[in-house]
């Protein structure tokens, strides 16, 4: 009964809200009127995967093990194509991707392409996300080059409002995230910045509804995007095999 | 890295905005302040299984062969043990475990432990699913052996109510789906039912937060609860094997 080859695979639990929410924006950005006009979707939320930041910065456990043994679950569940709801795992997506034929959707191309549709092309934007995403420079080295200018949050604003905004949504307090993180975004958008990245799959879950100043780009509906973009073009992409 | 025999399996996509909302209840439903305190899952969103109420009362396609397809498919993951967040599936319970060695969590048995926590340990109480459920009697069945005594919607409700309803869930749109489906509750809370059971995993999706007479027994939570119970004896009970 499966569609050979279209299942989207998805890699989560990375956290596992955000692995769950990235399958019902997924539903939510497919109009249908039943089940079986959504694609099939296999996710392993994984979250025994070792922090990121943490090996990115700190040299705690290396998550790039883990990773892999679960993108070899969704490519031996038939996955044709594998999203990471997780900003900061793209910091491995060469080694992913090396690793797997499948193609692995980069949350950064799912940001940019949110980013024109919210009519910013290029200039100064706004990116928030882990301490170990913006220390490597995950945002810039992809958008850079696509003519945009990354503003991050100080540091000061990384350890009062985005570090324990993050910290509460994995603790399933969204309630409690919500203000520290609209006030970070407020921040960027005085210093100038056009449009703000949620450039970390728990940051979206609280902002959902709040108002800000200036577009907010919800990585986890991106790259929810990107995979139902990947899932409608797949038939032509199978059939050119 | 992953815990072997300890990842729950979900056979969703039944459907795929139930199965999602599946995942976020079991989080949701775990004290844990990072990733890894919580279990691991692999969900796979079989929309392709076709129509249940169909299948159970039309002549329509048998789901079961790409419902045991799924179970395979979870098998194969890792999966320790099945949940199935579609009440209707529960149907063709005893022929999918009979193809298993796996548990497969009964919905039913969850909405059981749910009305007991309720507070509802007997009596009358109102039960709201598909026709396919409600037609081939699936909470009666498990539920009057133990004191209750279930009410269902009657055939105009159903028609005017609880089918598009449903319906509008199933085509996203929820705004549309929460009035018809809370006045079905409210029209068995006053025929008497102490508590009225969500039982389609689609209903409780426009009605949570929403207020009623009567406590309203969400399947995808009680099922999700169900599940994490599972997965915090399952050390003791795989040490037992």
Chains 1, 2 share one sequence.
């Not at 695979?9 to 929410?21: K, T």
């Not at 070792?50 to 883990?66: F, H, M, Q, V, Y």
């Amino acid at each position: 009964m499966s569609e050979a080859g279209r299942i989207i695979g998805v890699l989560g639990g990375m956290g596992p809200l955000a692995g769950a929410d990235f399958v019902a924006r997924l539903t939510l950005a497919h109009d249908g009127t039943q089940d079986q006009d959504h694609p099939e979707v296999v996710l392993f939320s994984a979250t025994q995967v070792p922090n990121r930041t943490k090996a990115a910065l700190e040299g705690g456990a290396d998550p790039l093990p883990a990773m892999l043994a679960g993108i070899r679950l969704l490519e031996q569940a038939g996955a044709g194509c594998i999203a990471i709801p997780c900003n900061t795992a793209h910091l491995w997506y060469d080694a992913m991707q090396a690793a797997t034929r499948l193609p692995i959707l980069h949350i950064v191309n799912a940001a940019a392409a949110a980013l024109r549709a919210a009519g910013v092309a290029g200039g100064t934007i706004g990116v928030m996300g882990t301490p170990g995403t913006l220390a490597l420079r995950l945002y810039e080295q992809r958008l850079e080059p696509l003519g945009y200018r990354c503003l991050t949050p100080s540091e000061a604003e990384m350890a009062e409002l985005v570090i324990p905004g993050i910290a509460a949504v994995k603790a399933n307090a969204l309630d409690r995230a919500r203000a520290p993180l609209l006030k970070a975004v407020e921040s960027l958008a005085a210093r100038g910045a056009r449009a703000v990245v949620l450039g970390c799959t728990e940051i979206p879950l609280p902002l959902r509804g709040a108002g800000a100043s200036v577009p907010m780009i919800d990585t986890i509906d991106a790259q929810a995007r990107a995979a139902l973009q990947w899932w409608l073009e797949a038939p032509a992409l199978l059939a050119a095999q």
